[in-house]
């Protein structure tokens, strides 16, 4: 029972920084998927795939919808841009061991932290800092 409580605590919280960030979910998933429940970087990763699919697309997307803040062009040929390389991605996901992928995937997170880092000391065009 206290696995189950535990998931959908993970999925609630995750959502909540989805939509108050616009972050991937699989960020904040797989860490927790490895390290709170167990799983190997595969499961990790093949397990936040599937539940992206409705809840990300749809519960997000809804407000930002209503808002008029989607392109709607630029979304769909992303969109099958990320079907297709999401495809090939996976096929090569599978043949890299756990151990190598779980590095990969912590030296992107560190990669991102940095650039996010280094945008945010930089003043903002046109702001009061600037």
Same mark, same amino acid.
């Given at each position: 029972?206290?696995?189950v409580?535990?998931?959908?605590?993970?999925?609630?919280?995750?959502?909540?920084?989805?939509?108050?960030?616009?972050?991937?979910?699989?960020?904040?998933?797989?860490?927790?998927?490895?390290?709170?429940? &167990?799983?190997?970087?595969?499961?990790?990763? +093949?397990?936040? @795939?599937? /539940?992206?699919?409705?809840?990300?697309? *749809? #519960? =997000?997307?809804?407000?930002?919808?209503r808002?008029?803040?989607?392109?709607?062009?630029?979304?769909?040929?992303?969109?099958? &841009?990320?079907?297709v390389?999401?495809?090939? +991605?996976?096929? @090569?996901? /599978?043949?890299?061991?756990s151990?190598? *992928? #779980? =590095?990969?995937?912590?030296?992107?997170?560190?990669?991102?932290?940095?650039?996010?880092?280094?945008?945010?000391?930089?003043?903002?065009?046109g702001?009061?800092?600037?």
């Open positions: 029972m206290f696995h409580v535990l998931v959908v605590l993970l999925g609630l919280s995750v959502g909540v920084l989805v939509g108050l960030m616009g972050i991937g979910g699989g960020i904040l998933m797989v860490p927790a998927f490895v390290y709170l429940l &167990g799983m190997d970087q595969h499961m990790a990763q +093949g397990t936040s @795939l599937l /539940i992206m699919l409705p809840p990300l697309g *749809l #519960g =997000g997307l809804y407000h930002y919808w808002h008029r803040q989607v392109d709607l062009y630029a979304g769909l040929l992303c969109a099958a &841009g990320f079907l390389g999401g495809y090939f +991605g996976s096929v @090569l996901a /599978i043949h890299v061991s151990k190598l *992928l #779980g =590095g990969m995937f912590g030296l992107f997170m560190i990669f991102s932290a940095v650039m996010l880092w280094r945008q945010a000391k930089k003043p903002a065009v702001s009061a800092d600037a």
